[in-house]
């Protein structure tokens, strides 16, 4: 049902963005929405973001942040989205230095295991 048309969505905008449409890559925050209400599309977000180059979320680093700080109920897909946010900060470090910065306080306050240790992660690469 429901489902099988949220993954639709989630491939369709990020295979576009892969091959360079920049109008689907500014739907990125949609598609973290999505992916983090259903589990299918948290497997399209991880195999297609996995063959995207990593500058093409350069734009979205603080909304990324937010979403691995926030904890609503329900919410998921944290580890996806610290998969794109490690290798973003790795081959891009500067780019996420002041988002970092700007959110780490918010970010560990009331942090799964997962998320904190992602953190951890994050600051090693930008010292």
Excluded: H
Aim: charged share 25%; no cysteine; aromatic share 10%.
């Amino acid at each position: 049902g429901k489902s099988k048309y949220l993954v639709g969505f989630v491939r369709s905008l990020l295979q576009a963005a892969r091959y360079g449409t920049d109008e689907a890559l500014m739907y990125f925050p949609k598609v973290i929405d999505l992916m983090r209400s259903d589990p299918a599309a948290r497997d399209a977000f991880t195999e297609l973001t996995r063959a995207m180059p990593s500058w093409q979320f350069i734009r979205w680093n603080s909304q990324m942040l937010a979403a691995l700080g926030d904890n609503e109920a329900g919410s998921d897909g944290a580890e996806q989205i610290a998969m794109v946010v490690k290798r973003v900060a790795r081959e891009y470090p500067q780019s996420m230095m002041y988002p970092f910065q700007v959110s780490e306080a918010g970010l560990r306050k009331g942090a799964s295991p997962s998320t904190l240790k992602a953190l951890d992660e994050r600051q090693k690469i930008l010292k």
